[in-house]
């Protein structure tokens, strides 16, 4: 059973227009989401990220929305840029019940985007 | 050397080959993960190290082994591999949150492995 899904395998957006990536979650338990960006033959590259008090954080061109009642977050890029163009992951994670404190991550299949110039 | 590194970049090798992967990480973090990334698929978690202490070991087949020297330093031992095990492995580090950690995993680049 996926606990964090991306339903869109790929997204494509002109430049300058905004760019909207979904994510939906299923376990209630998840209190902090994160958003990676991954290039090719690259690692994945935090982006950005939400702590579940919060529905809302900025950072430049990128924003996460947190719609807890639905399970739902989203990445916002405004504008998009043909360098945005890579691999879009969400993650969640959850303070584990069993009292350890590191950070264990649950990830979707990724999005990948395109930006065209 | 900055972030998190890993070595070797691309690996190619045979079912009955012993190699094994390196991660460094250069953060100050104090927890140590191994990730499996196959075509299609979510990052999979393979293993966990806090503190130097395997923590999470989720359902590997015996044939990956991690070890975990110091803070800094993550292997993973391979051994009698099978062609399905070709995936993308990625080493990630990050502070926990009792040490004001948020959870932000910090990757290494990956190694390409490809078993023949």
């Known amino acids: 059973d996926q606990q964090v899904k991306q339903n869109s395998p790929s997204l494509s957006v002109q430049e300058g227009r905004i760019s909207i990536l979904n994510c939906d979650y299923t376990n209630s338990m998840f209190d902090y989401f994160l958003w990676y960006k991954k290039y090719p033959a690259e690692g994945p590259t935090f982006l950005i990220s939400?702590?579940?008090?919060?529905d809302k954080n900025e950072d430049g061109r990128f924003t996460v929305f947190l719609n807890k009642s639905a399970k739902h977050l989203s990445l916002h890029i405004v504008p998009s840029q043909p360098g945005d163009s890579a691999v879009y992951f969400c993650a969640a994670s959850e303070w584990d019940a069993g009292g350890t404190s590191y950070g264990k991550l649950t990830f979707g299949q990724g999005t990948i985007l395109t930006v065209h110039p | 050397e900055t972030g998190v590194t890993q070595t070797p970049r691309h690996l190619v090798m045979g079912m009955t080959n012993k190699k094994s992967l390196k991660c460094e990480q250069h953060?100050?973090?104090?927890?140590m993960y191994w990730y499996k990334q196959s075509a299609k698929k979510p990052l999979e978690l393979m293993f966990v190290?806090?503190?130097?202490?395997?923590?999470e070991n989720n359902s590997v087949p015996s044939r990956f082994s991690p070890e975990c020297p110091n803070s800094s330093h993550l292997f993973l031992h391979l051994h009698t591999l099978q062609p399905e095990d070709s995936a993308l492995y990625l080493c990630?580090?990050?502070?926990?949150?009792?040490?004001?950690?948020?959870?932000?995993?910090?990757f290494g680049p990956g190694t390409r492995l490809t078993v023949l």
């Open positions: 953060l100050g973090h104090n927890a």
């Open positions: 990630a580090s990050s502070q926990d949150r009792t040490s004001g950690g948020l959870n932000e995993q910090f």
């Open positions: 190290y806090s503190l130097e202490e395997r923590v």
């Open positions: 939400i702590s579940s008090i919060k």
